[in-house]
């Protein structure tokens, strides 16, 4: 059975207005230029869930790692791969099995940077695959990869300077294309299922099982 928690290195997804109602409501929504995940809830928060019994840890990645095949995206504080590398070598040793995520919802994918406004493109599909291949070579043999999907809908980003929305036969042909970059090396694609929400039908008979 999995024990666990989803912790964010990364935080950029939502709102790039400062006077919008959601952000408003919810502060920590407006986009930042440093990291918001500091090193003392880090490790607090990781020896808590080793300590409860957790055996996994999602981690959110999105700016806050500087990643070089797109290094121009991470916040200045980021941290590196070397870093990353030893936090998931002492994550192991604890017991958290650590799986990467990456949103690559159109409504969470603020810290993509100028990629959030070429979604569907080829510059974007290159993007995402070579962000993907990095993720898992740095990882090492990991049996998820989550890649989000959530809340890509009007009522998520009405307030959005600039709003996308993937419909129909895009949004799933872009979820194909993901899911099948994270299974050629050798993870299992996870995502949140707000898309069946709005049509069940469609998304069972459209959704590989493997997802």
Not at 63 to 75: F, N, Q, Y
């Amino acid at each position: 059975m999995i024990w666990s928690c989803l912790l964010h290195l990364g935080f950029n997804f939502y709102d790039d207005r400062p006077d919008s109602e959601s952000v408003k409501i919810y502060p920590h929504r407006l986009r930042a230029d440093h990291l918001r995940c500091d090193d003392s809830t880090w490790n607090t928060y990781t020896q808590a869930l080793a300590a409860a019994g957790a055996n996994q840890v999602i981690i959110d990645l999105g700016e806050g790692v500087r990643w070089d095949s797109c290094p121009e995206l991470a916040v200045p504080d980021a941290w590196s791969k070397e870093r990353l590398a030893t936090e998931l070598t002492r994550l192991r040793e604890m017991g958290l099995l650590p799986v990467p995520k990456i949103n690559f919802s159109a409504g969470h994918d603020a810290w993509m940077g100028e990629y959030a406004r070429m979604i569907s493109t080829r510059p974007y599909y290159d993007f995402c695959r070579n962000l993907i291949a990095e993720v898992s070579e740095l990882f090492g043999r990991h049996e998820y990869f989550h890649i989000g999907m959530d809340e890509e809908d009007m009522a998520n980003q009405k307030e959005y300077s600039h709003l996308v929305i993937r419909q129909h036969e895009l949004w799933y042909s872009d979820l194909d294309f993901y899911a099948s970059e994270v299974a050629r090396h050798g993870a299992r694609p996870w995502m949140w299922s707000d898309k069946m929400w709005e049509d069940e039908a469609h998304f069972v008979n459209w959704v590989s099982r493997d997802i």
